[in-house]
């Protein structure tokens, strides 16, 4: 099993960075990578089980399903169900951190995923830094 693990400090607070990220029809509006994005079936954007189907800057297509939401713990939790990428089983986690030594946050993203012996190392690379730290650079520079 593959994982991916990037990590980042955002200049602002945990509640604040959460209003934006916990939308999880909202990353085209912070995320560089994300050109639209839609719910499925009229559901709500916070609602377990709903469906996100957006639509990359380079054109690919990717659908994820929300697993769990946590305004407690600022943290969301989604699958993929259909991507270009060559993966199955994807399961990743955002989840935020107060830091009270200047009222930032600790931002966390992981994944775990099934795919080829051949595949893991461009996939863990392309997420890690491409989709990961994309956002979180993105996050970073709209908290400034």
């Known amino acids: 099993m593959a994982m991916v693990f990037v ?3 955002i200049n602002a607070p945990a509640p604040e960075v959460w209003t934006l990220v916990r939308d999880f029809n ?3 509006a ?3 990578a994300i050109a ?3 719910i499925e079936l ?6 377990i089980g709903c469906i996100r189907n957006f639509r990359l ?3 690919g297509q990717i659908r994820e399903q929300l697993l769990a939401l946590s305004d407690y713990e600022y943290s969301v939790t989604y ?4 991507s270009p990428m060559p993966l199955h089983e994807y399961v990743a986690t955002l989840r935020l951190h107060p830091v009270t030594d200047g009222n930032r946050c600790f ?3 992981t994944a775990r995923f099934e795919c080829a012996a051949d595949d893991e190392d461009a996939l863990v690379s392309n997420i890690g830094n491409n989709v990961f730290q994309g956002g979180f650079n993105a996050l970073k520079s709209r908290f400034r």
């Open 30 to 32: 912070w995320h560089p």
């Open 36 to 38: 639209e994005s839609r």
């Open 57 to 59: 800057v380079d054109g």
């Open 79 to 82: 699958s993929i169900l259909d």
């Open 26 to 28: 909202a990353l085209p």
């Open 107 to 109: 931002a966390e993203w």
């Open 7 to 9: 990590s980042s400090v």
């Open 42 to 47: 009229n559901k709500q954007p916070d609602q």
